[in-house]
């Protein structure tokens, strides 16, 4: 039986494997070239993407569809809806600014340019595969196709080892998570005998499932991806990870991986088993909670600025969970995917200015000293996205999905998640304002760069100059006039 495929439906990630070959062949035959060439093929794949999204908007399109059994619905492995197209649009502009702070480290000689864009392209096309995976196999694989291309972006850079050392704690990591995501599965699947989104949930709303084993089984799948999204008490490897990873690396992991990860968590509790809330909502409850106040807590005790960042992405990751835990409804979804993209856009911004420093040698919060002074597009960036994610003013942006999640949790009836949230809201400022404080302080003669170092000048290349700009542009635009967040939700 042949069967016929929905070409536009895959016709995203397509085009990011096209990119990718294209970007190693040319790294192979062209001798010589600079990163910019790879870099020019990842955005043009991003953009036949970004493309084939846009068109997808106004349609819910399917693949790989077979029935399930007679007179019942068509089940599908690959289902395109509104909810998959947000999720593509945040991994995929993400992909596209990591791909340009990319850019000076290959040439360089940092990072060699065919295979750091053909791993970079391979993962974010896995993580549009995770946003429109409806099957569980479809899932498990789509987050390895995340995840494997990672290890290898952690470990790429050919100096200092520690890259190394950092990729080995997340493929370990990863492939605890990965087998017992595998067991998860391989019990839901004893008790439907399916691992299809409709068939699975239509065997638990019907309780012809043994249910004792697809809860276990459901449980541990989530426990599963709660390594993914480095959910406490599944975030140890989370700092080293960023801290011996190339900054724009760190950046993606923080940004595009923990995207999969969201939506797969999504998937499993909305799609799959949503007769199950009483169980799955309290305990996404406890981990948003812990997870948010773990991160918190820790990043106060941190002194390095890419490990402030990691602790606080944990952090945003018990935010991210709030609207889960509060019923996974559709306007909890559209809750969680607006922070999601406040989140992404702010983060990136922050992670390409550290970018921009650290490879002048900063590593510590101590050595941005004085930034603001001494080079004002950089510093005011990091500021307003530090005031983004602690969602003060000026940072609009972040106080508004901030109060998305929170009306999220209230009317999900999770008040004491709100009260938690609440609290930890006040907790990140104190990291956060410190952080601001040492950009606006007096700095230490010789920190960094000063105007009038000569030899100083120009020393931000101009693609993640461009990021820097991106990011804070679209982040002030969207502090004045939020209504695109808002349409999220719609």
């Known amino acids: 039986m042949t069967q016929a495929v929905d070409w536009w439906a895959i016709a995203a990630p397509v085009c990011l494997v096209a990119a990718a070959v294209l970007a190693l062949l040319l790294d192979a035959f062209v001798p010589k070239q600079s990163g910019a060439l790879p870099c020019a093929v990842t955005l043009a794949g991003v953009a036949a993407a970004l493309a084939v999204t846009a068109a997808l908007r106004d349609s819910e399109r399917a693949a790989f569809c077979l029935p399930s059994r007679l007179e019942e619905p068509v089940d599908c492995s690959w289902v395109v809806d509104r909810v998959a197209l947000v999720w593509w649009v945040v991994a995929l502009v993400a992909c596209g600014l990591v791909a340009l702070l990319l850019v000076p480290a290959v040439s360089e000689g940092e ?79 004893g008790a439907t005998g ?14 012809s499932a043994v249910r004792p084993l697809i809860g276990v089984g459901m449980v541990l799948t989530l426990v599963g991806l709660g390594f993914k999204v480095a959910a406490v008490p599944f975030q140890a ?38 007769p199950y809330a009483d169980v799955w909502s309290p305990m996404l409850g406890v981990a948003a909670a812990v997870t948010m106040t773990v991160g918190n807590l820790a990043a106060l005790l941190q002194r390095h600025a890419v490990r402030v960042l990691a602790w606080s992405s944990v952090a945003h990751v018990g935010f991210l969970l709030v609207p889960l835990a509060a019923g996974g409804g559709a306007a909890d979804v559209g809750a969680l995917q607006t922070y999601a993209a406040m989140y992404a856009l702010v983060n990136l911004g922050a992670f390409s200015v550290v970018a921009a420093v650290s490879a002048r040698g900063a590593t510590l919060v101590s050595d941005y000293a004085g930034l603001v002074r001494r080079e004002p597009l950089l510093g005011l960036a990091l500021a307003f996205a ?56 007096p700095g230490p003669e010789g920190a960094i760069s000063s105007p009038g170092d000569d030899h100083l000048h120009g020393l931000v290349p101009a ?28």
Do not use: Q
């Open 237 to 274: 490897w989370v700092p080293d990870t960023y801290v011996g990873a190339p900054v724009p690396v760190a950046a993606y992991l923080s940004v595009v991986s923990k995207t999969a990860g969201l939506a797969g968590v999504t998937i499993v509790v909305v799609r799959f088993f949503p």
């Open 463 to 490: 693609s993640v100059g461009f990021v820097i700009s991106a990011t804070l542009i679209g982040s002030v635009a969207l502090s004045v006039w939020p209504a695109p967040l808002f349409a999220v939700l719609a």
């Open 386 to 441: 530090l005031l983004c994610l602690a969602g003060l003013p000026p940072g609009i942006v972040g106080l508004v999905a901030k109060v998305v999640i929170f009306r999220s949790a209230v009317d999900g009836g999770v008040t004491w998640l709100a009260v938690v949230m609440a609290a930890n809201v006040a907790l990140g400022l104190v990291y956060y304002l410190r952080f601001v404080a040492t950009l606006v302080a």
């Open 111 to 189: 990072m060699p340019g065919g295979e750091t864009y053909f791993l970079l392209l391979c993962s974010t096309a896995g993580a549009l595969a995770v946003a429109a995976a409806h099957d569980l196999v479809t899932l498990v694989v789509a987050m390895e196709t995340v995840s494997l291309p990672s290890f290898a972006l952690v470990g790429l850079r050919r100096r200092p080892r520690r890259g190394a050392e950092a990729a080995l704690k997340f493929f370990v990591t990863s492939v605890v998570a990965t087998a017992i995501t595998l067991l998860g599965i391989s019990m839901v699947y």
């Open 194 to 207: 399916s691992v299809a989104a409709g068939a699975v949930a239509t065997s638990v709303a019907t309780s």
